[in-house]
């Protein structure tokens, strides 16, 4: 009798244990998901700062959406 009961015990503990680990790993592939999304987007940022475009009358590269040439003034 007594071995029946430790056994249910033993029982709802490795359920509330599975139910721990289960809650613990979707709370770490959240975590995971969000760190991955931080670092696409500062991907995207870097990458959408440092495109140039050149200048077809004195050739100096200037922002993308520079609307003129920093250098001689010219309509990108």
């Avoid at 289960?22 to 959408?48: F, M, T, Y």
């Amino acid at each position: 009798m007594i071995a029946l009961i430790i056994g249910v015990i033993l029982m709802g503990l490795s359920f509330k244990v599975k139910e721990d680990e289960a809650r613990r790993l979707e709370s770490q592939a959240r975590d995971d998901e969000a760190e991955r999304q931080r670092a696409v987007q500062e991907i995207a940022n870097a990458v959408k700062s440092n495109i140039m475009v050149r200048c077809r009358y004195c050739g100096s590269l200037n922002e993308e959406t520079a609307s003129k040439c920093s250098s001689c003034g010219a309509a990108l």
